[in-house]
């Protein structure tokens, strides 16, 4: 089945900087990739995702970028703020509509001033 | 804009005893999920759901979990004799088509 890695595990960054977090899948099948925030207690809020027919995408500070290929994609946070602190989790999903997310291990993110 | 709603928030059970963990997806949707989370862990996935069948479940859904649509908006999840491993947050989650949107979440404490 299906395997994401993540990386790093935690990530500590000053505010206004850049953070990346990379991700790698082992199913070459997967064709849908996600990113997830999750705050404290709360619930994982999609924030982007990407399609396999395209290499990158972005919204305003946050992009990812996708290399089919290699198998790995990544988020890219720009002029990071304190409220970007959160854990983030990559996933992948499988071809047909119903199929499941197979999540990464989550990055802790924590902005500092 | 509409969200994934569960209930309870938090469920506290004794060891063995039976629990039903309630989901309404996003009204449109027709392809409906439960995942789990152990506290500090990545979200694992459980059991896919559409059109009144399970199309994919994962090791961890066996005999003792079993899932249901009873009416046109609920999706359920019962354990029918909870375990001490069984305790995590249990969220549902629901797709029109790839992107799935994911409840609040129900916190399982079993003792």
């Known amino acids: 089945g299906e395997n994401v890695e993540q990386h790093p595990s935690t990530l500590s960054v000053q505010e206004g900087d850049s953070a990346v977090i990379k991700c790698t899948y082992s199913d070459s099948a997967s064709n849908y990739f996600p990113w997830y925030k999750q705050e404290l207690g709360k619930r994982p809020q999609l924030i982007i995702d990407i399609r396999s027919n395209v290499g990158e995408k972005k919204d305003q500070r946050i992009a990812v970028t996708l290399n089919k290929t290699a198998k790995h994609f990544s988020l890219h946070i720009t002029e990071t703020q304190p409220e970007d602190s959160a854990v983030y989790f990559c996933?992948?999903?499988?071809?047909?509509?119903?199929?499941?997310?197979?999540f990464g291990t989550g990055t802790r993110l924590q902005v500092t001033l | 804009e509409p969200e994934v709603t569960q209930t309870p928030s938090h469920q506290v059970t004794q060891m063995g005893q039976e629990v039903i963990l309630r989901c309404v997806p996003i009204?449109?949707?027709?392809?409906f999920y439960w995942y789990r989370q152990i506290l500090g862990q990545k979200v694992e996935f459980l059991v896919s759901?559409?059109?009144?069948?399970?199309?994919?479940k994962s090791e961890i859904f066996d005999d003792q979990f079993s899932v249901e649509r009873p009416d046109g908006s609920n999706f359920t999840l019962k354990i029918r004799s909870t375990k001490l491993e069984d305790s995590a947050m249990y969220f549902c989650?629901?797709?029109?088509?790839?992107?799935?949107?994911f409840g609040p979440g129900t916190r399982l404490t079993v003792l």
């Open positions: 009204s449109n949707h027709l392809y």
């Open positions: 759901f559409y059109n009144n069948e399970i199309s994919e």
């Open positions: 996933a992948a999903k499988g071809t047909g509509t119903a199929s499941k997310l197979t």
């Open positions: 989650a629901s797709s029109e088509w790839d992107t799935q949107y």
